[in-house]
């Protein structure tokens, strides 16, 4: 492992846990299957390239995906994992320069994404004024985590991410209740919630435990979300219009993605607003 690719740990947000699709061998487009369905308009194997791929690994259809059937492309996002493993696992050489490296790139891939997930919240709780009592769990995970997304190929191979996410997961919580502690009033707690298709608009759910919480096509619009929980809630075709989620915790760009927004949306600095909103 090279200690040259390891970052501090943070200090503002990290733009190597954002895709940077120029510095990627396009690996989401041919590692990771697709089913046809309302979200791809082809069936793909894992390994596969996608027909849309070309030469120089940019998409062929990017700016109209969602009118060409391929919708869940850009709700989709790898947290920086793919020029992690292009660019450092494999050192810049491409599944196409070196066919022996495929089958290697494509099997470390989503188990690098997914550390970078990991690795995306525990940015987001070390930049939490509110965590100091946990700051010192949080940089050690963090430390531990990053120097794990650097190991070799034949390691990353073998990494069990259930266990880290397990051993990551107290933490976060923990400086998530610190965070949430500071919202005056009465906190709803809908953790793991089935709230598929809920009418929510302009609920008050500021500092609200939503963790894991199915928010499937629920109404949220005018939703006061701020300083709420929602580590892994299932916001697909949620309708976000109005919502405030400007400080909201743990939010990731897959999350936005997959919701419903507009210009009254308030979404968190750190992502970006989607361009389908």
């Known amino acids: ?124 709780a070390l930049l939490m004024p509110e965590a100091d009592p946990v700051r010192g769990e949080l940089r050690r995970a963090f430390d531990d985590v990053e120097r794990l997304t650097c190991e070799s190929a034949e390691v990353l191979a073998d990494v069990d991410v259930d266990r880290v996410r397990g051993e ?36 008050e759910l500021r500092g609200a435990n939503l963790r894991g919480a199915l928010l499937i096509a629920a109404d949220l619009r005018d939703a006061d979300l701020r300083t709420a929980d929602l580590t892994g809630a299932d916001l697909r075709d949620a309708d976000l219009r109005g919502a405030d989620l400007s400080d909201s915790l743990f939010v990731t760009q897959v999350q936005l993605n997959a919701a419903r927004g507009d210009g009254r949306t308030r979404a968190p600095r750190t992502l970006d607003r989607p361009s389908h909103w």
Request: hydrophobic share 35%; net charge neutral; proline share 6%.
């Open 1 to 124: 492992m090279s200690q040259d690719h390891v970052p501090s740990v943070p200090s503002g947000p990290r733009p190597d846990l954002r895709a940077d699709c120029a510095n990627c061998f396009g690996l989401c487009c041919v590692a990771l299957p697709f089913a046809a369905s309302a979200d791809f308009a082809i069936d793909k194997k894992a390994g596969d390239p996608c027909g849309n791929l070309q030469e120089d690994f940019g998409c062929g259809i990017h700016a109209h995906l969602r009118e060409r059937g391929f919708s869940g492309c850009t709700v989709y996002d790898c947290f920086g994992a793919g020029q992690k493993v292009s660019q450092v696992t494999f050192a810049g050489r491409s599944w196409r320069e070196a066919p022996e490296t495929a089958e290697g790139m494509f099997e470390v891939f989503p188990v690098v994404r997914q550390l970078h997930e990991v690795l995306w919240y525990l940015t987001e």
């Open 168 to 203: 990551v997961n107290p933490v976060l919580q923990r400086a998530g209740e610190l965070a949430r502690q500071g919202v005056p009033g009465r906190k709803r707690n809908h953790r793991g919630a089935d709230l598929m298709g809920a009418r929510l608009r302009g609920a």
